[in-house]
């Protein structure tokens, strides 16, 4: 199973970018599929979440509002970033969660840098 998470790159606050997420190996239909991110320094942390069928996303404080998950088909996962903050500068993981609630496949990352 490989998530191949891309989409990240350089752009000044107040701008956006969409990340894209697509996994591969087996069919990840039944799934939630989350966002992840790490800042330097810091410890990752959850960004935002949707269900195997399109449903229900959550997201965390820092972002709601201006971030939206979604979800193509399921092995595809979007993330729509707008309004974009310095503080949203990190490294973005893609990860599906496992019938026991774990993150069991994460995607190697890609960088997002917010210019002040």
């Known amino acids: 199973v490989q998530l191949q998470a891309s989409g990240g790159g350089l752009v000044q606050a107040g701008g956006s970018l969409r990340l894209s997420c697509a996994a591969s190996g087996r069919t990840f239909s039944r799934s939630a599929m989350a966002w992840f991110r790490q800042a330097p320094g810091e410890e990752r942390e959850f960004v935002a979440k949707?269900?195997?069928?399109?449903?229900?996303p959550s997201y965390s404080d820092s972002v709601k509002g201006r971030f939206t998950i979604s979800r193509h088909n399921a092995n595809t996962m979007y993330l729509q970033m707008n309004s974009l903050k310095p503080e949203d500068t990190a490294v973005y993981y893609c990860?599906?969660?496992?019938?026991?609630?774990?993150?069991?496949?994460w995607g190697q990352g890609t960088l997002v840098t917010v210019s002040s």
């Open positions: 949707i269900s195997w069928g399109g449903f229900s």
């Open positions: 990860a599906v969660e496992g019938p026991s609630g774990n993150y069991n496949y």
